[in-house]
């Protein structure tokens, strides 16, 4: 019986001969290629900076030491989401504010986040669930009210689109971060981004994802540079920025596979899932279903070889953040989506003869 996990790369013979380039190459890190990477991901998305890291969860820390949140100050995210989205305001001591989410979409919920802005509220970092855009729009409208930063999480949404324009384009917020881990549309092994439009953010990036170093003003000569803050060492790889940029070039394919494969699952499941809204075009990176006993059908189904996922236990009820206040019954929302949902496979390798196959096994265990 074949196995399917929920998420797979794809890679072919043009990524390996990319990555093998790199290794025939006098450099395997700080060289041209993260800058080439770089490059093509604001060709693609339509923003004017970008810098490469070595992991999504980098690129989040790194926006908000460039936002300069610190202690005292409040962040506004979502609680269905990786730690991550969470865990980068605390990095630098600042309290996480959750918002609920909608319940067709497991998005923040632009309508409750004006109910969690304080005097101490710094930014928003709204997560693009499963690939599909929030409402940027509605969102960057509440942030202007209170003079707020919005740091969207992409890291979910490379690929898609918010009324006809890129995610990452950045028209409605200051930085948008992607993710390229395996299981991500496009992957570097393990990498992540951080797209802006702002020059000055771009520099303060820059710095803080190399020690803090700047190489400008008034030295002398090409060896010298300064520690004007403490940054860290955040940088992505030649070898994964290579890969990068063979998989960027099949983005456009990839999105198209995922989507047939969400619109298959729609057309011939039946089961309850998420809803996409008029102004998404996503490319789906997740496809979260909403069954019954849902510890019974993730055990069958691991015994029918279907490796799925649950995409995510809610934040606020884990030990760390139950230390900071919260606790289950704080968004019900989120926790009702959370005791139903289980994500099916989704990666373009995909044939529809598989899709069948999953789709027989799962009518099975139901």
């Known amino acids: 019986m074949k196995t399917y996990n929920y998420g797979k790369q794809h890679l072919d013979f043009s990524d390996i001969m990319s990555v093998v380039g790199v290794l025939r190459s006098p450099f395997l890190t700080c060289g041209p290629k993260v800058k080439e990477f770089e490059s093509a991901l604001c060709a693609y998305t339509g923003s004017k900076y970008c810098v490469a890291v070595n992991s999504a969860t980098s690129a989040l820390h790194i926006?908000?030491?460039a936002l300069d949140i610190k202690c005292d100050d409040e962040v506004i995210t979502s609680p269905i989401t990786f730690l991550a989205s969470a865990n980068c305001a605390r990095y630098c001591g600042a309290k996480v504010k959750f918002c609920d989410i909608e319940e067709t979409t497991a998005n923040i919920d632009p309508l409750k986040i004006e109910s969690c802005v304080t005097n101490k509220t710094k930014a928003i970092i709204p997560v693009h669930f499963a690939g599909q855009s929030c409402d940027m729009e509605e969102i960057y409208k509440i942030a202007k009210k209170y003079n707020l930063k919005v740091v969207e999480d992409a890291a979910h949404a490379i690929g898609s689109e918010?009324?006809?324009?890129?995610?990452?384009?950045?028209?409605?917020?200051?930085?948008?971060?992607?993710?390229?881990?395996?299981?991500?549309?496009?992957?570097?092994?393990?990498?992540?981004?951080?797209?802006?439009?702002n020059e000055e953010l771009y520099k303060k990036l820059l710095a803080f994802r190399s020690h803090g170093m700047h190489k400008d003003g008034a030295m002398k000569n090409n060896w010298e540079y300064e520690m004007r803050e403490l940054g860290y060492n955040y940088r992505m790889t030649d070898i994964q920025a290579a890969l990068g940029v063979s998989q960027l070039k099949k983005l456009n394919f990839f999105k198209k596979r995922r989507r047939e494969i969400v619109d298959?699952?729609?057309?011939?499941?039946?089961?309850?899932?998420?809803?996409?809204?008029?102004?998404?075009?996503?490319?789906?990176?997740?496809?979260?279903?909403?069954?019954?006993?849902?510890?019974?059908?993730?055990?069958?189904?691991?015994?029918?070889?279907?490796?799925?996922?649950?995409?995510?236990?809610?934040?606020?009820?884990?030990?760390?953040?139950?230390?900071?206040?919260?606790?289950?019954?704080?968004?019900?929302?989120?926790?009702?989506?959370?005791?139903?949902?289980?994500?099916?496979?989704?990666?373009?390798?995909?044939?529809?003869?598989?899709?069948?196959?999953?789709?027989?096994?799962?009518k099975e265990i139901l």
């Open 63 to 65: 926006a908000m030491l």
């Open 162 to 197: 918010y009324k006809g324009k890129k995610v990452g384009c950045c028209e409605f917020s200051d930085m948008t971060v992607f993710s390229f881990h395996p299981v991500k549309t496009i992957t570097t092994g393990e990498g992540g981004a951080v797209c802006t439009n």
């Open 264 to 362: 298959y699952y729609n057309n011939n499941l039946g089961l309850p899932h998420l809803i996409e809204k008029e102004f998404s075009n996503a490319c789906f990176h997740l496809y979260p279903v909403m069954v019954r006993n849902r510890a019974e059908f993730y055990k069958r189904a691991r015994a029918e070889k279907l490796n799925l996922q649950v995409h995510y236990i809610p934040v606020h009820t884990q030990p760390y953040y139950k230390e900071q206040g919260y606790n289950w019954g704080d968004f019900p929302n989120a926790e009702i989506y959370y005791k139903k949902c289980i994500s099916l496979p989704l990666y373009p390798d995909l044939k529809n003869s598989d899709l069948d196959e999953i789709i027989r096994r799962i």
